[in-house]
Structures are given as structure tokens and as C-alpha cells.
């Protein structure tokens, strides 16, 4: 045997590269020797968490016990909330974690899943990990071609991952395309709908209705809490399907892999309608007050159904978002999506997002 450990390791992970995360604020701060660092760079919510989801936090004093591994009434309350059986539901470690379900259920070497161009970095890291092939259709306008996507079907394709609004782009899709899409592909493929941003969407026709599980047995669609509910630190999401595809992603799901104080949080989290309108709120505020500055500087950028938006920088990412970083602001260079001159920036409150504008304004002139 001439191969080392490392050569024999599962052929898919030996051609991945690990995502990189937005970087920390406390790093950064010491690295650059900066009093004040605003971070823009991971979506995150900017008012902070629920107060009543902080409060079940500091009250849990059973932190010695593991955590309710069916985690009854995080379900509970989520299956009123939308009107769905409890046993519908996957928790998850983070949506991501349900990425991860679909991808070690549904796929091993000799399959394909497709992803869209410009999609989020996780779909392809998930498939490849299982020895299966990524298949990325181009994309329109920055957003998924279903068109060609559907067209890129082979024998060999088990899953679809798509994204609503899509991260890094802030791309939406509506929920009547979506259907459609359902209704053309074969019914033996797992179609992955990531609704991440669903609380900022305004409009219910880009919102997919769970109803639509009952007709598409092959739909699968995740909710996550790390970004208008402000729990990203504690991570917490969930994915909606069939009965059936939720017996098989249980099987595949660590017991107790979402922790009982995200749990607890969770619950108090999705019912503060205060705090989920007031995040809206900013968000809107902020989106609106970012895209004025960009129209004033002429920096281009794609219209975004997030809590966040993606500009054409006009120079080499990694340079314009080391300007922004020695000013004391951390954005999103998009190089690794092959957007070599975009940056993201998440909305932030109202001071910060003063503050981005600006160093943007300050940028332009350098420019
Ligand atoms: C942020 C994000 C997620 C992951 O969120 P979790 O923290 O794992 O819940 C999933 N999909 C998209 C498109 C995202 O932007």
C-alpha cells in the first residue's frame, strides 16, 4: 500500500476547499490595531437577539441535561405557527445542517446534484463531500436559470438546491416558477428550496407555501435563525417536507444536534412579532438608504430580496475590500463566486450604515 492516509480519504473531500467564514470582529480589531470595527459581513441581524429569547436563556439552569432530542416543543410551536405536522419537520444545527441531510441521504458517488452559478457556497461543498458530482448551471441576470437547470438532468441527478432570495446575489424566485419547475422534473428528484431570508420577503408570491409539500412529495424547504431572528451564534433552522423525507433525514440527523438553549430561544424568537417587524424595518430602511448612495457614486449593484446587497466595486475585490477593512468595516469579497469585482454588504443599523457610506464615498474618490 504506496498511499498515505490523507491519498485514501474519500475522493470527493480531497478536492474541497473549506468555506470561509466572514472574518470575526475581536480578530480583526487586533490585527489592525482599530478602536471600532462594524461588521457587514455575514448577514447577520443588527438589532441583536429577541429580548424574550435572551431572557429563556439566562433562565435555563439544566445545562448538565442533554437536549430534548426530538426537540417536542420547538416543533410544537413551529407546527402552529405554520400548520404543519410536527413530523414534517428536520431540526437543524443551522439550516446548513439540512444541506447536509439531503446531500448524505440522496447522494453518493456516481450521482450529480445542481447547483445555480453564483449560489450558495455551501450547496456545492455538501455534494462534493458525498463523492457525487456538482453540476453548476449557469446563471440569469445573477439569478437560477430553472430553465437550464432542468435542462442539465441526467439519470444520475438526485437533488436541485435552490435559493430564495439567493445569497450572495439577494436574487428571488417566485413561487408559481418554482411550482412549475416542480411539475416538468421527474418526481424522483429531491428538490432543496433554502428559504434563509423568508421573513424579509415582502410579497407572498416569492414565499413557498409549505401547502405546496402535499402535491410536490419531493420538495424539501428550509427556515433558518440566524438571520432575521437574530440567533445566528446558537445556530437553529429547520427543513419542511413530506413525512417520508423527514423519517429519512432524521435518520441521518444527530441526536441532539440542536442545542437546548437555541431551542429554548427559538421558541420565544418566532413569536416576537415586535422584534421580527422592527428587524424588517431597519432592513428596509437600511436597503433603501444603501442603494440611494450607490445610484449617487454610480457603483452598480443587483437588487436584493435579503437583508444584505452585492455592488460592483470597479477594482479587484480583494483590494476594495481591504480599503473598506483598514477603514474598520468587514464586507464580503465575492472572488470565491466568481465575482471578481463584487463586494457584499449586509445591512446594518442606521449609524453603521452611515458609517459604510461613508467610507464608500471616500473609496469612490480613491478610486
Ligand atoms: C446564511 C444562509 C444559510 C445558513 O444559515 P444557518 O446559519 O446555517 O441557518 C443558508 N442558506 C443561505 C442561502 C444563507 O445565506
Redesign the pocket.
Known sequence: MSDSLLDRANKGILALKPYEPGKPIEETKKELGLQNIIKLAS?ENPLGISPKALKVIFQNKDLNRYPDGNATSFKEVISQIEGIKTSMITI?N????L?EFVSKCFLSEGDNAIYSQYG?A?YPLAIKSTGAKAIKAKAKDWGHDLSLMKDLIDGNTKVIFL?TP??PTGTILESNDIEEFLEEIPSNIAVFV?Q??FEYIEEDKYKISFDLIKKYKNLIV?R????AHGL?AL???YGVSSEEIAEFLNRVRQPFNANSLALAAGVEAIADNEHIAQSIEINKSGMEKVKKAFDALDFKYIESFGNFISFDSQMDSDSSFDFFLRKGIILRSLKVYEMPQHLRVSIGLEDEMDAFIKVLEEYKKAL
Open positions: 448577514n437543524g443551522g439550516s446548513n445542517d444541506i450558495f455551501i435559493a439567493n445569497n433554502d434563509a431570508y428550509s433558518s435563525f440566524s438571520k445566528a445556530r437553529l433552522g
